[in-house]
């Protein structure tokens, strides 16, 4: 059955080229060019992904700008079967997207199979919670100075073309994320999957195709970054961009998309606060939760602790002990392999080498781990470091945490507050009031208390501050982030 469904997205040499979809069909780019995508296990060819020129591009979107309108007048309730029939695929595949997640991004089989089952129960909630999605109705006497005789019927609408830019981390999860509620309040969607995971985004898109969504409606424009995603953000025919990334990548998008709307989530660099009355067992199990779950390529990851040096000393020894328990670099494809398998690339290792190296020359102290072989980077802790070191300053995107001493909890909210990042926070206390007041003055999306950072639920609100994001996202305000108010003012005869 894989064979015979996937069949159109890609011809049958080895390894596999895939096709990239223009709304109507599968095709092979006039380009001529392909991607290569290597599997960060072994480093063998998975695949390759279509170049697709500025041309294809300008077609893909006055495809979708003239299908979306009859898309928009869709009953709602088709618009949702469409939807769950696309979730009921996913789950139909399980297997298959795991085992090609596994490949393609290196996850584990665990983490890879919980992404693709979120996705589709996301798909269904997602669905489910639109049903509810209402207009408003206002009368103009509720405003001082105006008497009755004007009704503004407030509904709300599709903005047009959504352009859906996902990361590599999640390539399924966070790629229906965004195609998901953009199809349901009527947009037609662009989705320009990652590189490396772009093989499973090309997959996720014949599902929507499959599961009935119209021609034009959706879109996979497959090739790399600096060429198709600088070329979507700047194009004039799209209405509205999201996107999850870096954060330099993402200001890079704002500047060239301009006055659109944008919904953005973007790095983050996560500190876990532990004051000293904290539970020290479930701190650690959520720091190494936190930190070293998918090798730390998470943007809600742990990356430093804030503690007194007290705290971290009773601290440090509980998380080591965990660590041997479970915590193992290897193979994700072997069940000895627990949290660690590789980072994305080589490139990456070597930047995040880089960090902690120069980290260590301005004084900090690797207690385990701290090296490499290739794209697998040990699991790895450093103390005595300081919030103006690198492994601190940037976004580590590997399975590293720091331990940073601290002399009062104003220190904390200081360090926190001055950076650049402002994703979320974690705090550890046993006082819940305390933990409350304490996250009043943290600058971050969202404070977790006795937790480690994470996304979901998937209908909480989620968030970034300062370079971690623009607007919301979650289930009720992802669909509202995807359609704008229309207000219709009825003025009656006076």
Known sequence: MPAEFFSAISNQKTPPVYKFFDGKAWKESTSGKTITVHSPIHGETVGELQSVTPGEIDHVMQSALTAQPAWEATPLNKRVSVTHLAADWIRHFEDYLTALLVREIGKT????????KRTADLTDY???EVQSIRGETLDSDNFPGYDKGRIAMVERVAYGAVVAI??????????ASKIVPALLMGNAVVFKPPTQGGISGVHLTRMFEKAGVPAGIISCVTGG???????LASHPKVDVITFTGSSDTGAAIARKAGMKPLVFECGGNNPAVVLPDADMNLTAREI????????????TAIKYVLGSQGVLDQLLPVVLTQ??????????????TKLVGPVISVSAAGQFQQWIDESVKLGAKIVTGGSRKGNYMEPTILTGVTPDMPVVTHEVFGPLVS???????????TIINDSMFGLQASVFTKDEGTGLTFAKQLNVGTVQINGSPQRGPDHFPFLGVKRSGLGVQGVRYSLEAMSRLKPVVINKPQ
């Open 126 to 128: 997602f669905a489910d």
């Open 288 to 299: 190494i939760k936190g930190g070293y779950q998918y090798a730390g390529q998470r943007c």
């Open 225 to 231: 970054g600096t060429d198709v995603g600088d070329y």
């Open 109 to 116: 089989d665990s983490e890879a199979r919980s992404e693709i």
């Open 166 to 175: 996902a990361p590599f981390n999640y390539p399924v999860n966070l790629a």
């Open 323 to 336: 660590m041997g328990e479970s915590v193992k670099m290897g193979d994700p494809r072997s069940p000895e």
């Open 403 to 413: 331990f940073i001493s601290i002399k009062s909890m104003d220190e904390a909210v």
